[in-house]
């Protein structure tokens, strides 16, 4: 894909996100698009994009005329020899004055310094753009992680409140055995154990809570309501391996893209200062009409039609010292410009290698959520037939919900991963403009 195209496709995204009818907040796409539309890191960068228009404005006015006129009236006082031949006396004169001036100029040649100045103001006009959509892509992925992790919160601190319940119902059942002598303490206290732990995740998942609230009113400037719901990504713009999405993210990616005309910039701003060991040449139009005293010189009139070449050097090396500054502020650019290539195509391995993690632990983590399960199903029927103790059913029946915690968090971490690769490619806004219209794959009311 083009850069062009790239251009247009992410316009379109951001006008689906920027001009479409208010999203609910509640979804994902509705937390993307009240993010984007009201944090002020977007206002920055949009501010920055029109500052870089009118850069381009003024550079491109050098190659258009200059007008500049000027009027003077009042008194003067002369003693020059056209006095002194006029006036016998005291050879000076005294008048009023009236004069006006208009001149016009136009570059004919400046050694292309304009040309170098407007094609860098363009170039950098086109990084603040792609900056832009960086911005809000990087915004976009701060919102989806910031999303994800509370829906996990969210869930997570619902399922230990629900296990929590069934936790005090064992304590229960268990102090009535130990005051009724069929069991002892030892296992009083194990079963107090377990819910001193279930207290801690308790906690650390409350406190989880308030933390991703926190962030999401930062990013959103509202606070999650109603149920949330996460859609899955498209995964069919996704590349079946990393460095198919590595090629794509180095044409595509808008942080690279902006970079990289930026660079540009620097390259045509050391073009502009070497145009400054040029001869500049310019043409003029001038109209000069002046009233006095005949004594000291009457009435005149001038028009001038001119071709002017103007050629300053300076001995000092100050213009060649201005000319080794841009090309060092160019190196610099190109340096830059090849870490943030590095950096991305570290993002793009890291993306795919946690996808891949993620998803073979998630399959250990069913595989282990049914095995437990099976296990807890097995200890009641034991316990039915008085093999096993009260203590025993209580930790197969914690170890089972222990199991379908972390299943659901490997599913949220399957889930942040694939969105992680999007975000990578630089394609977030649109897997997740895509996914609008969705059902919720993962969800408190809808746990797979």
Partial sequence: MTYLKFHLCSLAVLCALACSAPASADTLYGAVHAAIKVHPSVGSARAALDAAEETRVEQASGYFPSISASVSGGRMFGDNSTTRGFNTTRGVGYSYLWEGNVTARQMIFDGFETQSRVGSAKAQLKSADFSLVGVRE??????????????????????????????????????????????????????????????GFVADYGARVRNAEAQYLELTGALPEGNMSVPAPDLTIVPKDAEAALRYAEKNHPSLVSALYTARSAELDVSSEKAQLYPNVNGELSYLKSDKEDVLGGEAEDKRALVRMNWSFDTGGAQLARVQKKKYDYQASQSRLDELRQQIATGVRFAYTELDVATAQLRNKKKREALNAKLFETYEVQFEGARVNLMQLMQADNQAFNTRLEKMLGEYRVLAAQYGILASMGRLQEGVSAQDSQVATLGAHDQK
Avoid at 156 to 172: D, I
């Fill in 138 to 199: 990087s915004l976009a992925l701060r919102t989806v992680q910031v999303y994800v992790e509370a829906m996990r919160a969210y869930e997570g601190l619902a399922m230990l409140k629900g296990h929590e319940g069934r936790v005090l119902g064992y304590l229960e059942r268990i102090k009535l055995s130990v005051d009724e002598g069929t069991a002892d303490h030892t296992q009083y206290h194990q079963a107090l154990d377990i819910k001193v732990i279930l207290d």
